[in-house]
């Protein structure tokens, strides 16, 4: 497993909760459309420096911001061999998860129980979602 600082919802984020982020969420509220921005800045060096990603919602009062600076796995530097791996080419990919029977790997309550999911709900999945408006900048 690798291990970064500042992973997202709930895995290593503690101060991100489903008032905030969820249906009916105080900062984006899942259930109407909201935008995503997924930012790969270079230092220096012109290695990736970060993964930073970035919600926001119309008519909403706060954004939700994440940043993954640090990234390695088995004694290996991460962010280098993603560096590298950005260089040669991907393709973006998304997928919906929420039909999924147990997600508490990533939403879970995790190791010090701080998470914010228990246990998993399913049923409360929207059937399907939309993805719009993708754009891509160099």
Same mark, same amino acid.
């Given at each position: /497993? *690798?291990?970064?600082? *500042?992973?997202?919802?709930?895995? %290593? ?6 008032? /905030?982020? #969820? $249906? ?8 109407? $459309?909201?935008?995503?921005? %997924?930012?790969? $800045?270079? *230092?220096?060096?012109? =290695? =990736?420096?970060?993964?930073?990603? &970035? ?18 796995? *088995? ?10 791996? !950005? =260089? ?8 919906? @998860?929420? =039909? /999924?029977?147990? !997600?508490? @790997?990533?939403? #879970? %309550?995790?190791?010090? #129980?701080?998470? $914010?999911?228990?246990?998993? %709900? ?9 993805? &719009?408006?993708?754009? !891509?900048?160099?």
């Amino acid at each position: /497993d *690798g291990v970064g600082s *500042g992973v997202g919802y709930g895995n %290593a984020r503690r101060d991100l909760l489903s008032v /905030d982020f #969820g $249906p009916g969420g105080a900062c984006v509220d899942t259930a109407h $459309p909201f935008v995503v921005t %997924a930012s790969f $800045p270079r *230092g220096s060096d012109g =290695l =990736l420096s970060a993964v930073e990603v &970035s919600m926001t919602q119309d008519g909403k009062p706060c954004t939700i911001d994440t940043s993954i600076g640090e990234y390695s796995y *088995g004694g290996r530097n991460g962010m280098r061999e993603i560096s590298s791996a !950005l =260089l040669e080419g991907m393709t973006p990919v998304i997928s919906y @998860w929420g =039909l /999924d029977e147990d !997600l508490t @790997w990533m939403d #879970g %309550a995790g190791f010090d #129980g701080k998470g $914010p999911c228990v246990e998993e %709900a399913p049923e409360v999945c929207a059937q399907s979602v939309q993805f &719009s408006n993708f754009s !891509l900048r160099a």
